[in-house]
């Protein structure tokens, strides 16, 4: 099926959103793991800050995709760091990417149901409704630890819709990264469009899979 981002609302009966990177700028997270956590790590181990990078690196992209990427409770309990109090510490960090408030708003005074589908841990979405509001503009949160499953497994989606419903070819889903979209794209979900530019601090990347915006705003 052929959609432009700019129409697809038109048809659309719920439309799920990511939270990190489609609403709420990444640069946010980007800087906690990439930069944050590792200096954190190398003063708690007292080793050169480059080494723990490349170390804490190594154990992310080993599992990178699976839900323990996204828990907060393993990584406290595997760095032996308070992840979670880290995060706490630059909240003031944390905002909406250009523009998605906006978006937001005008969904709100639409007939469409609209859901937040997040991989952060319910936690991590607390701290962030609590410093955006995000919570006033949707329907439903849900957070894939709820289901035991990444978005980027097929037993996410399933028990999603067992959950909520939603029909796959009345739904618009946003998100950044592809291979959620493309798990998506597998259970059968037509209508998908990917945010280029998940971190306001670096340029817009290609894409060529999906439909792709630079941010939510653009498809209004």
């Not at 697809?8 to 609403?23: H, I, P, S, V, Y």
């Not at 080494?51 to 992310?60: H, P, S």
């Not at 992209?61 to 406290?76: C, D, I, T, V």
Request: proline share 5%; charged share 25%.
């Amino acid at each position: 099926m052929k959609f432009e981002p700019q129409t697809a609302l038109q048809r659309t009966k719920t439309l799920m959103l990511d939270m990190d990177g489609t609403l709420l700028d990444l640069a946010f997270d980007n800087y906690v793991w990439k930069e944050l956590m590792p200096r954190r790590f190398a003063a708690a181990n007292d080793m050169p800050f480059e080494e723990a990078r490349d170390l804490l690196f190594g154990k992310f992209s080993e599992m990178q995709g699976k839900l323990e990427w996204y828990s907060l409770q393993h990584w406290a309990e595997h760095l032996q760091l308070d992840v979670l109090q880290l995060h706490h510490d630059v909240s003031h960090r944390i905002g909406y990417l250009p523009g998605a408030l906006q978006f937001l708003r005008q969904m709100r005074d639409k007939d469409i149901q609209v859901l937040l589908v997040t991989n952060a841990h319910p936690d991590m979405v607390a701290i962030k409704d609590a410093k955006t509001g995000l919570g006033d503009y949707l329907d439903e949160i849900h957070s894939s630890h709820d289901y035991g499953h990444a978005k980027e497994s097929q037993d996410f989606w399933s028990a999603l819709q067992r959950r909520t419903g939603f029909d796959p070819a009345t739904t618009l889903f946003v998100d950044d990264s592809v291979p959620v979209l493309t798990s998506a794209r597998t259970y059968g979900m037509e209508m998908l469009v990917r945010v280029t530019q998940p971190d306001s601090r670096s340029p817009a990347t290609p894409c060529n899979e999906f439909r792709g915006v630079e941010r939510v705003a653009d498809m209004l």
